[in-house]
């Protein structure tokens, strides 16, 4: 079965510091990893999705996530937080399943980043 | 190109009633999906439609049930309310395979009394 996880409910940062968002999955065949960002009471924005190919994928606002096939794993990264990057943080895997693709999200981070 | 638009944006109902969202996706986007979003159960999904018909459906009662038109609008129907439909209900459009970003609408926010 097709599963997601962020094992951190909240990761706290000072502002200038690197950041990391944690992501795992399990899927079987090669999935397609997603990460979004939401606002408070807004929908999710597009952050940036691996497909194939690099591991290192670079997407918007200077995230970046690397792609880790033996690990499982699609962390997110920034090398430098902005106070402004405080939000609601989602990965996302669509994987084969039978009766086609579905997107599973997992639970959700919380980033606070203090000035 | 405008983005996925979502009506209503706010809505409050009572037990027992019926509701109807609407969603109109990104133009050229033939697939829409429907999300329900609660602090307790996080980003659930409930279905896809692509041309018209549903390719794939979650976990959800028979009450949340949905359509495509032509024209690739999607509507979200929920019978008999329950409170713990309250919610914020996503929806999310792309191109359609799997490899493609889904875009989100800003969502309804749903309140049953």
């Known amino acids: 079965a097709q599963s997601v996880a962020q094992p951190e409910d909240q990761v706290n940062v000072a502002e200038g510091n690197p950041l990391t968002v944690k992501c795992t999955y399990s899927v079987s065949g090669n999935p397609y990893l997603f990460w979004y960002v939401q606002y408070p009471n807004r929908g999710l924005q597009f952050l940036l999705k691996?497909?194939?190919?690099?591991?290192l994928v670079k997407g918007s606002y200077g995230f970046e996530a690397e792609f880790n096939k033996s690990q499982t794993s699609f962390h997110l990264k920034k090398p430098s937080a902005l106070v402004s990057d405080s939000a609601l943080y989602f990965c996302?895997?669509?994987?084969?399943?039978?009766?086609?693709?579905?997107?599973?999200f997992g639970a959700g981070t919380r980033l606070f980043v203090k000035a | 190109k405008a983005g996925v638009t979502q009506t209503p944006r706010y809505l409050i109902k009572t037990r027992g009633q019926q509701v109807t969202l609407s969603c109109s996706p990104i133009s050229g986007h033939r697939s829409v999906s429907w999300y329900q979003q609660t602090p307790g159960q996080g980003l659930q999904f409930l279905f896809e439609y692509f041309s018209e018909t549903q390719r794939n459906k979650g976990n959800f009662p028979g009450r949340f049930s949905g359509r495509q038109f032509s024209n690739s609008r999607s509507e979200m129907n929920v019978s008999t309310l329950e409170l713990g439909d309250s919610a914020l209900y996503l929806c999310?459009?792309?191109?359609?395979?799997?490899?493609?970003?889904?875009?989100f609408g800003p969502g309804t926010r749903l309140l049953v009394l």
């Open positions: 691996y497909i194939t190919g690099d591991n």
């Open positions: 996302a895997v669509r994987g084969p399943r039978r009766g086609g693709f579905k997107t599973i």
């Open positions: 999310a459009s792309s191109l359609g395979l799997p490899q493609e970003t889904q875009y």
